[in-house]
Each structure stands twice: as C-alpha cells, then as structure tokens.
C-alpha cells in the first residue's frame, strides 16, 4: 500500500508562486505513475499534470501547460509541482495521486489508486 501526503499549499496573490510537494510511504514509487488533481469550488476534479514512473515523460492540463511543472525524486520517494504566475482561477484543493496501471495513455482515464488528503491552493486577484 502508499500512503501520501501533501505540503505546500497556502494563500498567495495571483502572479506568485508556490511549491506543492508529495511524500509517498509504503510500496516503491517507481512502481506508480505519479499525478496532482484539483478540485475547485463547484467544480468536478479534474486532473492537473501526472508524470511517468521514471519522470522522462510529463503531462499537463492545457490550463496550466506553461506555468505549473511537474517532478519526481524517486529516490526520496517525493513528487513536486512547482505553480508559478498563479491565477485566482488556480484557487482549489489540489491533492496526489498514485496510479498504478497507467500505460501513460490517457492519464484522465487512468484508475488512481491512492490520494492523498489535499492541500489548498487559494490565489487572491
């Protein structure tokens, strides 16, 4: 089993930064690919960025493609996403997820096996 916990969220002005990052326990995070989701107010989750089990291969939402950046340190069995020019829009729990069985194809309709318990993100205009 993994077990994940998120860190980093907070209150910033839009135009900042902040740094999320993800610490796994349990089985070996190379065995999982990696992603973040959020979930704004009123709004259905929805996937941000996911990364491959090795990190050569990332991707992003069109929404944030540009401006977030995705990482992985496997040996620290952590993942990071780094937001920068942060826009009020961006406002919404985000949280980590681990999947499994992904191949990489289709990451928003891959089944995420774990989460994480969510962190929020609010950016003020």
């Known amino acids: 089993q993994v077990q994940l916990v998120e860190s980093g969220g907070g209150l910033v002005q839009a135009g900042g930064s902040l740094r999320l990052s993800c610490a796994a326990s349990g089985r070996r995070s190379t065995n999982y690919v990696m992603g973040w989701f959020r979930q704004g107010p009123g709004k259905d989750r929805e996937i941000v960025a996911a990364?491959?089990?090795?990190?050569?291969?990332?991707y992003y939402a069109d929404s944030v493609k540009g401006r977030f950046t995705i990482s992985r340190d496997n040996a620290k069995n952590t993942v990071a996403l780094q937001m920068n020019s942060l826009k009020p829009e961006d406002t919404a729990v985000y949280y980590c997820?681990?999947?499994?069985?992904?191949?990489?194809?289709?990451?928003?309709?891959?089944?995420?096996?774990?989460w994480g318990q969510g962190t929020q993100v609010t950016v003020s205009s």
């Open positions: 990364i491959s089990r090795s990190g050569s291969s990332v």
């Open positions: 997820a681990a999947s499994g069985t992904s191949t990489g194809s289709d990451y928003s309709r891959d089944t995420w096996d774990y």
